[in-house]
């Protein structure tokens, strides 16, 4: 079992005015019928009201804290505003306590600044972009996550994806400076079942396993292949081996390259 460095972190209990209670569904829909199969149990856990817009221009915080939240891999970060509302934001690597950042349409380049991408030199590495300007960023918000400005021209700029694609956004969007906290959360080993159970993971068991009724792959003598063509679910659903993306999405026009097979 292998877990993440949290001496980084400044404080142990979340800001009360800025959490609130989720209600878990454990995989059931509004008619309590399990959609989606293998959720429930875990830890009671409170959500962190997250600001990805920072939408508070010129006026300067100062970060009071670094903290765990529970509903993301990377870490938060408390601001403390010059005008004294206090925000979370999405913490990104070397960020330190006590630092001061600033969301201003062209800030100064510094890791936490939140600026306009077409203010934003190429090469940079940015995260919480937004692909609608105003509605709060939506790329690279996972732990270790990043995005590379490859270049600004008319009114969009391009960017890298971690998995290699390249795409314009709109270039009037918000970008904030640097890396996603945590990126040793991809080294994380579970390492037992129960850690799982912890998150909210209930058992799978295999498809092999089960008897001709229960599952397509079921049934047969001692350990059997799994006698079909295609991959498929317990419906008979196909699931792998074709492409789901539909050629009609209005954001295929604003691919440059796709990533790398």
């Known amino acids: 079992m292998q877990g993440v460095d949290y001496r980084v972190l400044t404080a142990a209990e979340p800001w009360k005015p800025l959490t609130k209670r989720l209600r878990t569904a454990a995989g059931r829909n509004h008619h309590g019928r399990i959609t989606m199969r293998h959720q429930g149990g875990g830890n009671k856990k409170l959500y962190r009201v997250v600001d990805f817009k920072m939408d508070k221009l ?30 979370y ?53 996972a732990a270790g996550s990043s995005l590379q400005v490859l270049a600004n ?41 129960g850690r ?30 799994r006698g079909t063509r295609r991959p498929k679910d317990k419906w008979g659903n196909i699931t792998g081996g074709r492409k789901t993306r539909s050629k009609k999405k209005w954001s295929n026009a604003l691919i440059v390259s796709r990533r790398k097979k």
Request: aromatic share 6%.
């Open 58 to 87: 010129n006026v300067p915080a100062r970060v009071e804290t670094l903290e765990y939240d529970p509903y993301r891999t990377a870490f938060i970060a408390r601001l403390l505003y010059r005008d004294g509302e206090r925000r």
């Open 153 to 193: 021209e008319d009114r969009y700029a391009h960017l890298k994806m971690p998995s290699g694609e390249v795409r314009k956004v709109l270039a009037e969007g918000y970008a904030t400076v640097g890396q996603v906290s945590n990126p040793e959360h991809a080294l994380v080993v579970i390492g037992k079942a």
């Open 196 to 225: 799982s159970r912890w998150l909210g993971v209930r058992p799978t068991t295999r498809a092999k396993a089960m008897n001709p009724r229960d599952h397509k792959y079921g049934g047969g003598e001692g350990r059997t292949q």
């Open 89 to 141: 934001m999405l913490a990104p690597e070397g960020l330190k306590r006590g630092d001061e950042i600033v969301a201003a349409p062209a800030a100064p380049l510094k890791v936490g600044n939140r600026l306009q991408l077409k203010h934003i030199p190429v090469g940079t590495y940015v995260h919480n972009v937004e692909i609608f300007p105003g509605r709060g960023g939506s790329l690279a918000r």
